[in-house]
């Protein structure tokens, strides 16, 4: 589907040579080769030589997926409110802890050094518009 509708993109004229086709592209192909690779494997037999003594299917935490989902969810919330930045450190704060992290310092600042150079990379250095929210100084 991705490779089929990556077609439907409109082709701009550009210098590069390079439109906004060839990123959707590269996905699709990546997606083919992963999905022929699994049909493939599931075709030749599955998995083999796979530990019999492990639990395939072990209880869901919903605590955790809670915290993940309350993390989505304030993302979509905040982004056009508080802005990217502060967005995705919430989302990121809240992922860690669902995943099991229980130091919020720390998260806090992995969260805001990543985050902050994601926005500065998207609109800084591919001319994208993010919202700025609470930081418009960035």
């Known amino acids: 589907f991705v490779l089929v509708d990556s077609g439907n993109i409109p082709q701009g004229q ?13 996905v699709g192909a990546g997606l083919a080769v992963c999905g022929a690779l699994l049909a493939w ?23 955790a997926f809670a ?3 309350a993390g989505v969810l304030l993302q979509m919330v905040l982004i056009g409110w508080a802005g990217f930045i502060l967005a995705g ?6 992922v860690a802890r669902g995943f099991g992290s229980a130091r919020l310092v720390r998260d806090l600042v992995i969260g805001a050094v990543l985050v902050t150079l994601a926005y500065l990379t998207f609109t800084r250095l591919l001319s994208l518009s993010l919202p700025a ?6």
């Open 41 to 63: 494997r599931a075709l030749a037999g599955g998995w083999r030589n796979m530990p019999e003594d492990q639990t395939v299917h072990a209880a869901p935490d919903w605590p």
């Open 89 to 94: 450190i919430v989302l990121f704060v809240l």
């Open 133 to 138: 929210g609470w930081l418009p100084f960035l």
């Open 14 to 26: 550009n210098f590069s040579g390079v439109g906004p086709r060839a990123f959707p592209y590269l």
């Open 67 to 69: 915290t993940i989902s």
